[in-house]
């Protein structure tokens, strides 16, 4: 849970000397992949069993973390470790694609 959390942290606020130095598509994408990360973490979470108040506190301030969290825990929990690590990153893809879609757009 600690990595959702620093994740979630590294969202919210960005890494400073990063972003100077990027386009706004490079930001873009490089939020894209921050996001997909969360989002596998957030599965991974999901796929072990923990309980989603538990680690809803991470996203407590960030609507887009919170939607990412409830899409993750409105999917089934797999029983083998295949399945589950199949939908782990089946998920993260789709957070991923969905991110550079709407990047696309802009």
């Known amino acids: 849970m600690r990595?959702?959390?620093?994740v979630a942290l590294f969202l919210a606020f960005g890494?400073?000397?990063?972003?100077?130095q990027q386009t706004p598509r490079e930001k873009a994408m490089a939020y894209c992949k921050v996001m997909s990360e969360f989002a596998h973490?957030?599965?991974e979470h999901r796929q072990a069993g923990t309980q989603m108040s538990k680690i809803i506190e991470v996203a407590e301030n960030d609507n887009l973390l919170q939607g990412v969290l409830v899409e993750a825990y409105s999917r089934p929990r797999y029983d083998t470790k295949e399945s589950q690590g199949r939908e782990v990153v089946d998920f993260e893809n789709e957070v991923y694609a969905l991110c550079v879609k709407g990047v696309s757009k802009e």
């Open 3 to 6: 990595v959702l959390a620093c």
């Open 15 to 20: 890494s400073a000397s990063a972003s100077e």
């Open 41 to 43: 973490l957030a599965m």
